[in-house]
């Protein structure tokens, strides 16, 4: 598997204070990674070591596969950033602001600037300057310049703060637009699961410095449906018994042996003990249940996200 | 004379060094490029190659991300279809498993003897109900991957709707009425000419009516006739659970289901092959809902003058 | 590098700092100038020279207007990177820490020697415009040349005094602590105008090399000079090395 983003045992210290502790990511191309986590724990400053902003007290960051420290000229300009609060020139328009960084790292294309404005919907010929602009418009400028020069990999920090409902849907649109018929690699961090679900294809929790866990949304929502997991000697007789007995239409044979009743209020050992009065071999019989927010609250120790 | 030798000499070294200067800089220059095209040919399309405005190879630079832009585009809708294949192929097999083995289920049941009597022939009546379920299913299957493939021959030819119409709503009485479903149908007398391909069009209004039957819990359905400017409306409500609006945008995307994670849906493919029917014919539809009220499927077909 | 000054210039489009700095620019010159004349009118034995004026409006350039105007410049160019929160942008272009600072370094040299020009030309009209009213003496091509040749070396000298203000404003990543010290460089600078040390306080030291009034004050040309220049390159470096390590927090 190569990876878009690796880091191994990434460690950043304030003095005394841990701000990211061991930290070992996987972000897979063209895949969006949610890095969630409540506010303080450490997501921003992973964003920042990741950019070269801020140093690691230790540990390697690899970035296709090129370790970044010693590599930033090559590697930096491939990515689009967008970190904490938006950070322009307040007496310049939005274009003029975006000028600026269009000519120091260079575009792709004659018309960038103006296209990265209308991606997200800002207006080219305004004369409206950063210093008057409400704090969704800034964000929304901070957007246009990490994708401004069509970048490979994201990294976006909280990019929906400060927008509006409509604003947030555009942009999740947006991003899930790139990811997909673009192919980019986008790598967010949200305090807000909600949020992180929606958008992320793989999700990271990151507790205090700590990633809890690693896995992609897929696995997540298969860990947080309800449903009762049967592993039974033959899923056909199985299956004819819960609709016979139990008038159940709402199943899914994964193989011979395994089976999934959905949305079913019935006691489990009710249906076990049918299954096995039918000659059926139960092995295994377990209910899966609970929501995401109930399974991060597990992994954080009670506390939960958000 | 010493010193215009002197000044020569120094401009001389200057635009000597000058120029140095700037063939390591197009060298330099030069170097970059070939790097990023060199990583676009081993298959990284997202790859461009930055150039401010100004600068003296601005317009290769541009050029050439325009044409890797316009491959990485064609790739990616290749990619796309492929993405949706494979997503196909994945809930195809889940799919077609759940009902196969229930019905060898009851197969099994009947052959080990483990039912008899006029449970045995309930049995065997609950197992050919899913068979032909399950034919039903591969056959909407088969209709959809022709339809992608752009293997279905469409026969555009100008009929009458009207007529036709209502010979395929009479079909429907009796399912109707069997299921307690009240119906209101109104067509009117005067004839409608439209080009389509007749059998597209029985498909699509067979399947918005078997939709409605099938997965909308609705006692009440109303299809309308009528013109409306140059075209030819139709307008099918029922009063059933209706469609989440969450939901509501994706309904005619492909492999979508509303409800996730169910045994008892549809295949998801039912309004795709409706939505594309209609687009083939320079048709259009949309769709109103509310949840708990009914939803309302509107169909529009350009009348030939 | 020439591509970061470019941007410098966009910068400063429609800033009030700009102005405030053109203005400071202006006022001295003219104040040299009207004082000079309302002198010669209320007495017509002091006659206007070239010579005064320029030698006045040098001392307030180099002593105490020019060293405030420009360390509110410097002190602004280089914190509003910080206050505006855009290094991390510049950062992650990426632009290396030495070269973006060079740039600014680069281009407020040159603003100082865009002041030191605009000065020297403001008299030049102002000493032409006298002499069409009142006498003006010394009004030659080799005494404005010879003036200019002065604000040159003395626009260097700003630029080496300036150095330490720069450091402080990385240091503190903010405006105050460089304007506190200027204020506080400024009123020793009057103090010690006279009095025989000046020579070896840096920027005193440069007014009086420019004018070449070194001599009464019991530091030689060289000395002098090589504390200027020990302190600048050590404020560049440490402006240097402080800026590569910073980490944007």
């Given amino acids: 598997m190569d990876y878009i983003i690796e880091t191994e045992n990434l460690t950043k210290k304030y003095g005394a204070v841990i701000s990211v502790a061991d930290l070992s990511l996987h972000v897979e191309k063209g895949k969006i990674y949610g890095l969630l986590g409540r506010n303080g724990a450490g997501k921003t400053t992973t964003m920042k070591m990741l950019l070269g902003l801020t140093r690691p007290?230790?540990?390697?960051?690899?970035?296709?596969?090129?370790?970044?420290?010693?590599?930033?000229?090559?590697?930096?300009?491939?990515?689009?950033?967008?970190?904490?609060a938006p950070g322009f020139y307040p007496n310049l328009t939005a274009a003029e602001n975006l000028h600026i960084f269009a000519t120091l790292r260079g575009v792709p294309g004659r018309h960038a600037i103006k296209d990265a404005l209308d991606l997200v919907s800002l207006p080219y010929k305004d004369q409206k300057l950063f210093s008057e602009y409400s704090l969704g418009m800034k964000q929304?400028?901070?957007?246009?310049?990490?994708?401004?020069?069509?970048?490979?990999?994201?990294?976006?920090?909280?990019?929906?703060?400060?927008?509006?409902?409509?604003?947030?849907?555009?942009?999740?649109?947006?991003?899930?637009?790139?990811?997909?018929?673009?192919?980019?690699?986008?790598?967010?961090?949200?305090?807000?699961?909600?949020?992180?679900?929606?958008?992320?294809?793989?999700?990271?929790?990151?507790?205090?410095?700590?990633?809890?866990?690693?896995?992609?949304?897929?696995?997540?929502?298969?860990?947080?449906?309800?449903?009762?997991?049967?592993?039974?000697?033959?899923?056909?007789q199985a299956a004819r018994i819960l609709e016979q007995s139990f008038q159940e239409k709402q199943f899914t044979i994964r193989d011979d042996h395994n089976i999934q009743l959905y949305h079913s209020a019935l006691p489990v050992t009710k249906i076990v003990s049918v299954f096995v009065e039918n000659g059926l071999e139960v092995s295994e019989a377990h209910t899966c249940e609970g929501s995401l927010e109930e399974h991060f609250k597990r992994i954080t120790g009670g506390e939960g996200i958000a | 004379m010493k010193f215009v030798v002197i000044i020569s000499v120094l401009a001389a070294i200057v635009?000597?060094?000058?120029?140095?200067?700037?063939?390591?800089?197009?060298?330099?220059?030069?170097?970059?490029?070939?790097?990023?095209?060199a990583d676009v040919k081993s298959g990284n399309g997202n790859r461009r190659i930055l150039s401010a405005a100004d600068e003296f190879a601005a317009p290769l630079a541009y050029e050439i991300n325009d044409m890797i832009v316009s491959y990485e585009n064609r790739l990616s809708a290749f990619r796309q279809t492929e993405e949706t294949n494979k997503r196909l192929m994945t809930s195809l097999s889940h799919d077609v498993r759940t009902p196969l083995t229930t019905l060898i289920g009851y197969l099994d049941a009947v052959h080990k003897e483990v039912v008899t009597g006029i449970d045995?022939?309930?049995?065997?009546?609950?197992?050919?109900?899913?068979?032909?379920?399950?034919?039903?299913?591969?056959?909407?299957?088969?209709?959809?991957?022709?339809?992608?493939?752009?293997?279905?021959?469409?026969?555009i030819k100008t009929v009458e709707a009207a007529e036709l119409t209502r010979n395929m709503l009479s079909d429907w009485i009796p399912i109707l009425e069997e299921r307690q479903i009240d119906y209101n149908i109104v067509i009117p007398e005067q004839p409608f000419k439209v080009n389509l391909d007749t059998d597209g069009y029985m498909r699509i209004v067979n399947n918005l009516i078997q939709n409605v039957v099938a997965h909308s819990r609705a006692d009440r359905i109303e299809i309308i006739l009528s013109r409306k400017n140059s075209n030819m409306e139709i307008i099918l409500t029922d009063n059933g659970v209706g469609?989440?609006?969450?939901?509501?945008?994706?309904?005619?995307?492909?492999?979508?289901?509303?409800?996730?994670?169910?045994?008892?849906?549809?295949?998801?493919?039912?309004?795709?092959?409706?939505?594309?029917?209609?687009?083939?014919?320079?048709?259009?539809?949309?769709?109103?809902?509310?949840?708990?009220?009914?939803?309302?499927?509107?169909l529009l077909f350009p009348l030939v003058s | 590098?020439?591509?970061?000054?470019?941007?410098?210039?966009?910068?400063?489009?429609?800033?009030?700092?700009?102005?405030?700095?053109?203005?400071?620019?202006?006022?001295?010159?003219?104040?040299?100038?009207?004082?000079?004349?309302?002198?010669?009118?209320?007495?017509?034995?002091?006659?206007?020279?070239?010579?005064?004026?320029?030698?006045?409006?040098?001392?307030?350039?180099?002593?105490?207007?020019?060293?405030?105007?420009?360390?509110?410049?410097?002190?602004?160019?280089?914190?509003?990177?910080?206050?505006?929160?855009?290094?991390?942008?510049?950062?992650?272009?990426?632009?290396?820490?030495?070269?973006?600072?060079?740039?600014?370094?680069?281009?407020?040299?040159?603003?100082?020697?865009?002041?030191?020009?605009?000065?020297?030309?403001?008299?030049?009209?102002?000493?032409?415009?006298?002499?069409?009213?009142?006498?003006?003496?010394?009004?030659?091509?080799?005494?404005?040349?010879?003036?200019?040749?002065?604000?040159?070396?003395?626009?260097?000298?700003?630029?080496?005094?300036?150095?330490?203000?720069i450091y402080l404003t990385i240091r503190s990543k903010g405006f105050v602590a460089p304007?506190?010290?200027?204020?506080?460089?400024?009123?020793?600078?009057?103090?010690?105008?006279?009095?025989?040390?000046?020579?070896?306080?840096?920027?005193?030291?440069?007014?009086?090399?420019?004018?070449?009034r070194l001599s009464g004050s019991g530091c030689t040309k060289e000395s002098s000079f090589i504390i200027i220049l020990v302190m600048s390159i050590l404020a560049v470096a440490a402006s240097l090395f402080r800026f590569k390590k910073?980490?944007?927090r």
Avoid at chain 1, 57 to 84: C, D, F, M, Q, Y
Avoid at chain 3, 152 to 160: E, K, P, R, V, Y
Avoid at chain 3, 182 to 208: C, E, H, Q, T
């Fill in chain 3, 1 to 165: 590098m020439l591509r970061l000054l470019k941007c410098e210039c966009i910068k400063l489009k429609r800033s009030k700092f700009l102005l405030i700095g053109m203005l400071g620019t202006l006022i001295v010159p003219l104040l040299v100038c009207v004082r000079a004349v309302t002198n010669y009118l209320s007495d017509p034995g002091n006659v206007i020279s070239v010579f005064t004026l320029y030698d006045n409006a040098l001392m307030f350039l180099m002593l105490l207007s020019g060293p405030i105007v420009l360390t509110i410049m410097g002190a602004w160019i280089i914190s509003r990177e910080y206050t505006d929160g855009t290094l991390k942008n510049i950062f992650a272009i990426p632009v290396s820490r030495v070269t973006f600072l060079c740039g600014k370094l680069l281009f407020f040299a040159m603003l100082i020697f865009l002041f030191m020009l605009i000065s020297w030309l403001e008299i030049l009209v102002s000493a032409l415009l006298c002499s069409c009213f009142i006498p003006v003496e010394q009004i030659t091509i080799p005494s404005f040349l010879f003036f200019l040749i002065k604000m040159l070396f003395g626009g260097i000298l700003l630029c080496a005094t300036q150095t330490p203000f």
């Fill in chain 1, 57 to 84: 007290t230790s540990g390697v960051i690899r970035i296709w596969g090129k370790a970044l420290w010693g590599n930033e000229k090559k590697l930096l300009p491939r990515i689009g950033s967008l970190i904490e």
């Fill in chain 2, 120 to 155: 045995r022939d309930n049995y065997i009546e609950i197992a050919r109900c899913k068979a032909h379920d399950l034919k039903e299913y591969i056959d909407v299957l088969f209709d959809w991957f022709k339809l992608n493939s752009d293997e279905l021959s469409m026969e």
């Fill in chain 1, 140 to 236: 929304r400028l901070a957007i246009a310049l990490a994708i401004m020069h069509d970048p490979e990999l994201l990294i976006l920090d909280e990019p929906i703060n400060g927008l509006d409902p409509i604003g947030i849907a555009e942009v999740r649109l947006l991003l899930r637009r790139l990811c997909e018929k673009g192919g980019k690699t986008i790598f967010i961090s949200s305090h807000i699961l909600s949020e992180v679900s929606l958008l992320a294809d793989v999700i990271g929790i990151i507790d205090k410095g700590i990633l809890l866990e690693e896995e992609s949304l897929a696995q997540l929502e298969q860990k947080s449906s309800k449903y009762i997991h049967f592993t039974v000697s033959d899923t056909a």
């Fill in chain 3, 246 to 248: 910073e980490e944007v």
């Fill in chain 3, 179 to 212: 304007l506190i010290a200027i204020a506080a460089v400024s009123l020793i600078n009057v103090v010690l105008s006279n009095s025989g040390i000046a020579g070896f306080y840096p920027w005193s030291a440069s007014y009086l090399l420019v004018m070449g």
């Fill in chain 2, 243 to 298: 469609i989440e609006k969450e939901d509501l945008k994706h309904i005619f995307e492909r492999l979508y289901k509303c409800d996730r994670g169910g045994a008892e849906k549809g295949s998801g493919l039912g309004l795709s092959i409706v939505y594309q029917l209609v687009e083939k014919m320079n048709g259009s539809i949309t769709v109103k809902s509310v949840r708990g009220n009914g939803t309302t499927f509107t």
């Fill in chain 2, 15 to 37: 635009s000597a060094l000058i120029s140095c200067f700037i063939v390591r800089r197009v060298k330099k220059r030069v170097s970059e490029m070939t790097e990023v095209l």
